[in-house]
């Protein structure tokens, strides 16, 4: 196995509370390709104490993630479906013709 020496470096991020810093590990270069890592493939970060491991996803672990974001995505539009039909069914009761629309009455002085 071969091994390459890198620093931690921070990074700012800005809660509500104030700015804080966090540590971060930054990897570029021609190395990554070589060794399976495109420029937009997915990886997994495994993390135990004291040792880190990033692997790019296989296939089959592609198509699973790729079906859990299709299966949420499904129940959120659900919940927005149903929330939709709600609005409408209360919607339509409150706008029911009570047969008084359109008639004026104008009292006529002679």
Same mark, same amino acid.
């Given at each position: ?12 991020? *800005? ?16 190395? $990554? ?13 495994? *993390? ?13 672990? $592609? ?27 209360? $919607? ?19």
């Amino acid at each position: 196995m071969k091994s390459k020496n890198m620093k931690v470096a921070y990074s700012t991020r *800005y809660p509500q509370n104030g700015a804080c810093t966090v540590p971060k590990i930054q990897m570029e270069g021609k190395w $990554l390709e070589n060794l399976g890592f495109f420029v937009g493939s997915t990886v997994i970060v495994e *993390y135990e104490e004291g040792s880190i491991r990033i692997r790019p996803l296989s296939e089959e672990e $592609l198509v699973i993630k790729e079906h859990g974001e299709l299966q949420a995505q499904l129940k959120h539009k659900e919940k927005e479906l149903r929330l939709m039909q709600t609005s409408y069914e209360n $919607l339509s009761k409150v706008a029911e013709a009570s047969g008084i629309y359109g008639k004026h009455s104008v009292n006529k002085s002679k």
